[in-house]
């Protein structure tokens, strides 16, 4: 089984990375905060590798950080989790607001997140809350200044986490509110309207 992939990186887009290793190019697929941190194309690349096993395909998910691949194996122990659902979990929330949403019992954070409904918030919390204890969870952010709502800061950090520099993302974020204020408690469609306004 691949655990590990060390070898040159030369392909990589949002939720996906090719990494070449022995003259065998390997497709991953990744997370937002794994890809804004892989190296530019051509560059050696190490990723930590959970290896999935069906009868009709093997598929590989791949993470820079050790923690991140270790709470996706966690993610997908429970009912209804599968490896998509738990990579996009993990480009919502990074690895420590994740674990810190799930200890907290924040539904409302969890449910920001495309595909994880109010039932699977609550399995999430109820299957995980005590298996935690080994990871660290994240610091409180400052939110988005003026500007209140249970997407914002979910927005501001996938924003951040593709690159884009945090004065902007707030920007696009304001002005995203500004237009259509129900946006700021929908982590989806402000996702959208902001990146439409910062590129």
Do not use: C
Request: hydrophobic share 45%; net charge neutral; proline share 5%.
């Amino acid at each position: 089984m691949i655990a590990h992939l060390r070898g040159k990186l030369i392909h990589k887009q949002p939720g996906q990375a090719i990494v070449e290793a022995a003259g065998v190019g390997y497709d991953v697929t990744i997370s937002v905060p794994t890809f804004t941190a892989l190296p530019a194309l051509g560059s050696e690349a190490a990723l930590h590798i959970h290896t999935q096993v069906r009868e009709d395909q093997i598929a590989l998910f791949g993470f820079l950080e050790r923690d991140e691949k270790r709470l996706f194996e966690r993610l997908i122990t429970v009912t209804g989790v599968g490896p998509k659902l738990a990579i996009t979990l993990l480009s919502g929330l990074s690895a420590e607001r994740a674990v810190s949403a799930i200890r907290a019992q924040d539904h409302a954070s969890l449910t920001r997140i495309p595909g994880v409904g109010k039932k699977l918030a609550e399995r999430l919390v109820l299957e995980l809350k005590d298996k935690l204890d080994d990871f660290t969870a994240a610091p409180a952010h400052p939110t988005v200044q003026g500007v209140h709502g249970p997407a914002v800061e979910d927005v501001l950090s996938a924003l951040t986490n593709l690159g884009y520099q945090r004065p902007a993302a707030e920007k696009a974020i304001q002005l995203s509110v500004a237009k259509e204020a129900a946006l700021a408690a929908d982590f989806d469609g402000l996702f959208r309207a902001s990146l439409k306004i910062i590129r």
